[in-house]
């Protein structure tokens, strides 16, 4: 079974503080991905990655930063958190796409910024 | 990227089967559905695809219509663990690589 683990189930930061969230998968996935989700907004895609030091803007960058230095390890980076940035982070990871690469996703990271 | 609209909100009664259905108008030709759930505090669970056959699996099955603008996923005999919110997904594709664009998908519940 693919695996993907987010290092935090839970954190609580401060304002101003750096954060760095980690996602590892298992399974040699080209593909990963950051999304936040907030309650009546769905999930919102942050960044996402395609291969080893290749990043791409989702849908809400800002504020945010990723590094993929390993194929397996993926990381969010909230340079400064702010209490907007409060929220449940989930990674995601797949094969490129062809028929059958489903995302698989890890439990997420309740961040709480204060 | 193809976009999906789904009902907000369902009821099933346990042991029934629960269908649910989502249009996807704007699919172009080689674009897949995916279906996932999210129980809650979990992460999203992907449930089963299809691009013109229907298809099944332990899980569900999954009708796509001949136009292939709408599709139904259905649950044969819901248990009170399948409720959950229920996405329609149509991957944007592109430079190599893929990424979904969740909506808000369908909270289903399933009664005793």
């Known amino acids: 079974d693919v695996k993907v683990t987010q290092s935090s189930r839970y954190l609580v930061k401060r304002t101003g503080e750096k954060v760095f969230l980690e996602c590892v998968q298992d399974m040699d996935h080209e593909n990963m991905f950051w999304y936040r989700q907030d309650p009546g907004l769905g999930l919102r895609l942050i960044y996402f990655s395609y291969d080893v030091k290749m990043k791409e803007k989702g849908d809400i960058p800002e504020g945010y930063s990723v590094s993929r230095e390993k194929k397996e390890r993926f990381s969010l980076i909230l340079e400064s958190a702010s209490t907007n940035q409060t929220s449940m982070y989930l990674c995601?990871?797949?094969?490129?796409?062809?028929?059958?690469?489903?995302?698989?996703f890890g439990n997420g990271t309740r961040l709480t910024v204060t | 990227d193809a976009k999906t609209t789904q009902p907000p909100s369902m009821d099933c009664a346990e042991g029934r089967a629960a269908n649910l259905p989502c249009n996807h108008s704007t699919i172009s030709g080689n674009e897949y559905v995916y279906w996932y759930r999210q129980i809650h505090s979990q992460g999203p669970q992907y449930i089963i695809h299809?691009?013109?056959n229907n298809e099944t699996n332990e899980m569900a099955s999954l009708i796509i219509t001949e136009d292939r603008k709408s599709s139904t996923l259905i649950l044969p005999h819901a248990t009170l663990r399948d409720t959950a919110v229920y996405y329609c997904?149509?991957?944007?594709?592109?430079?190599?690589?893929?990424?979904?664009?969740f909506g808000k998908g369908t909270k289903l519940s399933v009664i005793p």
């Open positions: 995601a990871s797949s094969s490129p796409y062809r028929a059958g690469s489903p995302l698989h």
């Open positions: 997904i149509v991957p944007y594709s592109g430079a190599g690589s893929y990424q979904l664009t």
């Open positions: 299809g691009l013109k």
